[in-house]
């Protein structure tokens, strides 16, 4: 999506409120001794407040409003009867639909704090984050995201996985520009352009560099053993910095 007038961005910025709250909510309920589909609960009883719907189950059939992934889990983790238990590395990602609009964001943190090998990737894991949307401005190119992404998981000693990657967003949940980077394509030309509005999501993790199906729904993970995190915002290109849209 492009943005075209004053009242898209007003109406992307709604739904990313929501998409945020929603997120910022289940995390600070999150605890040892709940499960997963608990956590859903949370997060879908925010989207339902406002009227806005899972974009996941509104586009592609997911039947759940929220994706909770957990450890070796990276990324399209179904709500189940998990038990949730401390040290645990929680990713939660929620994207949703509000009068049209469409906004995505995920975010990881373990349970309780007493987890320090999490704790370090998810440091690392915002510094990615941080590091790409110094790059995301009109006339950009799109693969300086990479550039700066492995620049940051370099010096933290991790990995980056190139099979999860941004993308368009607004309009539906997924559009075009994808592949946001384009791991490894040097010969990619592609800029930013201003109004366009996309996500930016990093994922660092402590070996692997692609996910593979678990066989479990719409789940992606690594091996058992190894963490990754995920931090993404929706965002709308302009100038200067970047329009953030799911900052809580």
């Known amino acids: 999506m492009s ?19 929603a997120i910022h909510s289940m995390f600070a309920s999150m605890k040892a001794g709940m499960s997963t589909l608990e956590l859903e609960e949370i997060g879908a009883s925010i989207l339902e407040s406002y009227g806005a719907r899972s974009a996941p189950k ?3 059939g997911y039947p759940f409003a929220t994706m909770i992934s957990v ?24 994207s949703a639909e509000l009068d049209g609009y469409f906004a995505d964001s995920g975010y990881s943190q373990p349970v309780d704090d007493g987890n320090e090998k999490a704790n ?20 950009n190119r799109i693969r300086e995201v990479e550039t700066q992404v492995n620049q940051v998981a370099r010096r933290w000693g991790y990995s980056v996985i190139q099979n999860l990657v941004g993308h368009g967003v607004g309009r539906h949940l ?3 520009p994808s592949n946001i980077p384009e791991w490894g394509n040097r010969g990619d030309r592609r ?11 990093p994922f660092l993790s402590t070996g692997p560099r692609y996910v593979k199906d678990t066989g479990k729904g719409f789940t992606v993970g690594t091996p058992p053993g190894n963490y990754t995190v995920q931090y993404e915002h929706t965002i709308i290109i302009t100038r200067e910095d970047p329009i953030i849209l799911t900052a809580a």
């Open 71 to 94: 450890n070796e889990e990276v990324a399209h983790g179904s709500p189940s009867g998990r038990i949730l238990e401390s040290g645990d590395l929680v990713n939660i990602d929620v």
């Open 120 to 139: 370090r990737l998810c440091q690392a894991g915002k510094q990615a984050l941080a590091a790409a949307l110094s790059v995301a401005r009109h006339g």
């Open 191 to 201: 800029r930013f352009q201003e109004g366009s509005v996309l996500t930016l999501e």
């Open 58 to 60: 509104l586009c592609y």
């Open 3 to 21: 943005v075209e007038s004053k009242e898209d961005i007003v109406a992307l910025r709604k739904i990313g409120k929501i998409v945020a709250e």
């Open 174 to 176: 997924h559009e075009e």
